[in-house]
């Protein structure tokens, strides 16, 4: 009981941390995995399920890597104008190959689209340095037409840029009696994001979901993903995600040259099929 109480506690403060203005930060989902272990995924769940070896992912600092007869990895960051001015030629002498980049958050309490304020010049940053990107969003929408809206909304922010990887929904609770999504349905949540990830992929561009093991085992209805791309995240030593998954956010402290001093970085490891 004791453990459980700390562990709410904790879990609230993360939020309010990050919660006290308008702009709620992503995409790092407030709650750490609340629940540690691994789950049967039942029988009628076409969503493919985690085969990774747990003991092949290697952290070294702030880096990981994953290599075994299927799959290889690359190192990549996320970023949003919380992260101030990236050097992004200091970020690729690391070995980042990647990095997925805000385009921008509806507000939760007044539901405004907002861009971020450092989209073009992270955008410019990561691809003159020959980093690879892909965009999210921070969604608070409330219906699946404020989710395609969401989507319109980044559709329209990345014209003119080459993107090679998918582009992301990050729907997160927001613990404020202000927020918009404080009464909103479960069932809601999975709607939402089948209607952006629709919307996106008829753009024709690849959509994925940002959600950590509470959104996967509690909110999200997992069955009805299984053509878009899931992006793990969750901060134990080894991810604890019962279903596959492409990306894997596994810390959002990261000290890494290319940041302003004090600055911390989503760090993510992708995972990609070994060619046969």
Same mark, same amino acid.
């Given at each position: 009981?004791?453990?459980?109480?700390?562990?709410?506690?904790?879990?609230?403060?993360?939020?309010?941390?990050?919660?006290?203005?308008?702009?709620? &930060?992503?995409?790092?989902?407030?709650? $750490? +995995?609340?629940?540690?272990?691994?789950?049967?995924?039942?029988?009628?769940?076409?969503?493919?399920?985690? =085969? *990774?070896?747990?003991? /092949?992912?290697? @952290?070294?600092?702030?880096?990981?890597?994953?290599?075994? &007869?299927?799959?290889?990895?690359?190192?990549?960051?996320?970023?949003?104008?919380?992260?101030?001015?990236?050097?992004? =030629?200091?970020?690729? +002498?690391?070995?980042?190959?990647?990095?997925?980049? #805000?385009?921008?958050?509806? !507000?939760? %309490?007044?539901?405004?689209?907002?861009?971020? @304020?450092?989209?073009?010049?992270?955008?410019?940053?990561?691809? +003159?340095?020959?980093? /690879?990107?892909?965009?999210?969003?921070?969604?608070?929408?409330?219906?699946?037409? &404020?989710?395609?809206?969401?989507?319109?909304?980044?559709?329209?922010?990345?014209?003119?840029?080459?993107?090679?990887?998918?582009?992301? *929904?990050?729907?997160?609770?927001? %613990?404020?009696?202000?927020? #918009?999504? /404080? +009464?909103?349905?479960?069932?809601?949540?999975?709607?939402?994001?089948?209607?952006?990830?629709?919307?996106?992929?008829?753009?024709?561009?690849?959509?994925?979901?940002?959600?950590?093991? &509470?959104?996967?085992?509690?909110?999200?209805?997992?069955?009805?993903? $299984?053509?878009?791309?899931?992006?793990?995240? !969750?901060?134990?030593? =080894?991810?604890?995600? @019962?279903?596959?998954?492409?990306?894997?956010?596994?810390?959002?402290?990261? =000290?890494?040259? !290319?940041?302003?001093?004090?600055?911390?970085?989503?760090?993510?490891?992708?995972?990609?099929? /070994?060619?046969?």
């Amino acid at each position: 009981m004791i453990v459980a109480a700390i562990l709410i506690i904790s879990v609230i403060a993360s939020i309010l941390s990050r919660c006290s203005n308008e702009e709620s &930060e992503g995409p790092e989902i407030s709650a $750490e +995995d609340s629940v540690i272990g691994w789950e049967t995924i039942p029988e009628e769940y076409i969503v493919p399920a985690n =085969k *990774y070896d747990s003991a /092949k992912f290697i @952290q070294n600092g702030n880096f990981m890597t994953y290599e075994d &007869e299927n799959y290889t990895s690359e190192q990549g960051i996320d970023v949003s104008d919380h992260n101030e001015t990236v050097d992004w =030629k200091a970020v690729k +002498d690391q070995g980042i190959t990647f990095a997925y980049i #805000r385009a921008g958050y509806r !507000g939760y %309490t007044e539901g405004g689209l907002i861009p971020d @304020q450092l989209f073009d010049q992270n955008m410019r940053g990561a691809l +003159d340095n020959g980093i /690879k990107v892909g965009v999210y969003f921070f969604s608070q929408a409330i219906n699946e037409e &404020e989710a395609r809206e969401e989507a319109r909304f980044v559709l329209d922010k990345i014209k003119g840029y080459h993107l090679t990887l998918p582009i992301f *929904y990050d729907p997160e609770f927001i %613990t404020s009696d202000n927020a #918009r999504t /404080k +009464d909103l349905d479960y069932a809601q949540f999975t709607a939402n994001t089948i209607a952006f990830c629709d919307t996106i992929r008829d753009a024709g561009y690849a959509p994925g979901i940002y959600c950590n093991k &509470e959104w996967q085992d509690k909110v999200l209805d997992m069955s009805q993903f $299984e053509d878009i791309t899931t992006w793990f995240a !969750g901060y134990s030593e =080894k991810p604890q995600s @019962q279903y596959h998954f492409e990306y894997w956010q596994y810390t959002h402290t990261a =000290k890494i040259d !290319g940041f302003p001093d004090g600055v911390t970085v989503d760090m993510n490891i992708q995972l990609i099929p /070994k060619e046969r």
